[in-house]
T-cell receptor, first 114, second 115 residues
Framework: DQQVKQNSPSLSVQEGRISILNCDYT??????FLWYKKYPAEGPTFLIS?????DKNEDGRFTVFLNKSAKHLSLHIVPSQPGDSAVYFC?????????????FGKGTHLIIQP | GAVVSQHPSWVICKSGTSVKIECRSL??????MFWYRQFPKQSLMLMAT?????????EQGVEKDKFLINHASLTLSTLTVTSAHPEDSSFYIC???????????FGPGTRLTVL
């Protein structure tokens, strides 16, 4: 049973608009959440994280929102740029900073169209 | 900063042979390193957690005698796939915990193909 779910395998967004990627989790022990960006045949690149004591974290064009009661988080990218086209993974850990191994979702392939 | 390297980036081997994959944190010390595996169109799955100077902790279903992990220093962990079989063909990725944000930084991965 998947503990971290990304229900949209792919998402197409026009350049300049907002990209919203969603992630749901089932394990209430998860305390720390991360988003990674990945290109084929490469390792994931860390984007942004959020602790369960917060509901929002912002870093440049990237903002992560956490709704703990709904066990839902989302990554907003605004404005979307062609270089943002990649697979985005949501990951969760039961300890802050990802001190434990991470549990990943299956990823969402974001396609930014010119 | 927070760069993690893996070597080799890809390897092809015959069934029954052993393959060693190295994971290095280049510009920070990592007391903890992790090994993941990704099958095509699947998510990354944690295989084991490796702490410097101690035995690795394996996830359920991962054979510790088949996937030998050594974390000899604060910057190097190795994964040895022993007696590899075609079903072990996968993309193996390591991560190291550390850096400014003290989060997990991933290596570029190693594509293993067992013939």
């Amino acid at each position: 049973d998947q503990q971290v779910k990304q229900n949209s395998p792919s998402l197409s967004v026009q350049e300049g608009r907002i990209s919203i990627l969603n992630c749901d989790y089932t394990n209430s022990m998860f305390d720390y959440f991360l988003w990674y960006k990945k290109y084929p045949a490469e390792g994931p690149t860390f984007l942004i994280s959020i602790s369960s004591i917060k509901d929002k974290n912002e870093d440049g064009r990237f903002t992560v929102f956490l709704n703990k009661s709904a066990k839902h988080l989302s990554l907003h990218i605004v404005p979307s740029q062609p270089g943002d086209s990649a697979v985005y993974f949501c990951a969760a850990s039961a300890r802050t900073g990802g001190a434990d191994g991470l549990t990943f979702g299956k990823g969402t392939h974001l396609i930014i169209q010119p | 900063g927070a760069v993690v390297s893996q070597h080799p980036s890809w390897v092809i081997c015959k069934s029954g042979t052993s393959v060693k994959i190295e994971c290095r944190s280049l510009d920070f010390q990592a007391t903890t390193m992790f090994w993941y595996r990704q099958f095509p169109k699947q998510s990354l799955m944690l295989m084991a957690t490796s702490n410097e100077g101690s035995k690795a902790t394996y996830e359920q279903g991962v054979e510790k005698d088949k996937f030998l992990i050594n974390h000899a220093s604060l910057t190097l962990s190795t994964l040895t796939v022993t007696s590899a079989h075609p079903e072990d063909s996968s993309f193996y990725i390591c991560s190291a915990r550390g850096g400014v944000t003290d989060t997990q930084y991933f290596g570029p991965g190693t594509r293993l193909t067992v013939l």
